[in-house]
């Protein structure tokens, strides 16, 4: 199973709302990845979680808010979010690999979920 | 960071022709993927290739990592081959890792008329 599935597959919102996107995969992947995009724009990553511990964060507003219950799950909870957050949110997964000169990480395959597109009004 | 340019930008072909997709790259990389988005937003991952030709059906991949280049290439292309592909390729960290981040590609939007 090659799969990652994400729930909701659209969601519109008000800017006082509370809401969460969901992400999962069971491929055994000890990475998981948030990326935002943009009409006719490429994807952004904007979260990393690492063996369920958040490993990078691209700067992201604290308006959004990750979590990564275990290492099958991804969410991505939304607050007082602003229209411009408008866009299709894409959730990731890969192996964490491994070189065996330097013992450093290397992603492997990745493997996206079909999106959430959120619309904020 | 790295950087990576795609082209051409966009490409429009007859079913049936052939096509090869360039993906340039600033900096050394250890893996290199390509990626096609279909209408409907989903991206499928085609090819993890570090280097040297991968196939899979009508599709082929080449990564020249010495140089700094990936190309695809699309043989007799259908309309459900139509979207957006997209190259990325990870950011080197600290002590040689290639993790995390993917950086992508601007895409080249393919278009592909029966």
């Known amino acids: 199973d090659t799969e990652v599935t994400q729930t909701p597959k659209h969601l519109v919102m008000g800017m006082t709302n509370k809401k969460s996107l969901k992400c999962e995969q069971h491929m055994g992947h000890r990475a998981m990845y948030w990326y935002k995009q943009k009409a006719k724009k490429p994807p952004e990553l904007m979260f990393v979680?690492?063996?369920?511990?958040?490993?990078i964060n691209e700067s992201v507003p604290s308006r959004f808010s990750p979590e990564c219950p275990n290492s099958s799950l991804l969410n991505l909870h939304l607050h007082a979010l602003q229209p411009e957050d408008s866009a299709l949110y894409l959730c990731?997964?890969?192996?964490?690999?491994?070189?065996?000169?330097?013992?450093?990480?290397?992603?492997?395959?990745?493997?996206f979920g079909p999106g959430t597109r959120l619309l904020v009004l | 960071g790295i950087q990576v340019e795609q082209s051409p930008p966009d490409l429009i072909l007859q079913e049936g022709a052939n096509s090869t997709l360039r993906c340039n790259f600033s900096?050394?990389?250890?893996?290199l993927q390509w990626f096609h988005q279909n209408p409907w937003g989903q991206l499928i991952n085609l090819f993890y290739i570090p280097s040297g030709t991968k196939q899979n059906g009508r599709l082929s991949a080449t990564t020249v990592a010495t140089e700094r280049y990936s190309l695809l290439y699309i043989s007799s292309s259908q309309t459900t081959d139509s979207g957006v592909y997209f190259c990325?390729?990870?950011?080197?960290?600290?002590?040689?890792?290639?993790?995390?981040?993917?950086?992508f590609g601007q895409g080249t939007i393919l278009t592909v008329h029966p």
């Open positions: 990325a390729a990870p950011q080197r960290g600290a002590g040689g890792t290639s993790y995390g981040k993917l950086t």
């Open positions: 979680y690492s063996y369920e511990k958040l490993s």
């Open positions: 900096d050394s990389v250890n893996n």
């Open positions: 990731a997964s890969s192996q964490v690999g491994v070189f065996p000169r330097t013992s450093g990480r290397r992603t492997e395959k990745t493997y």
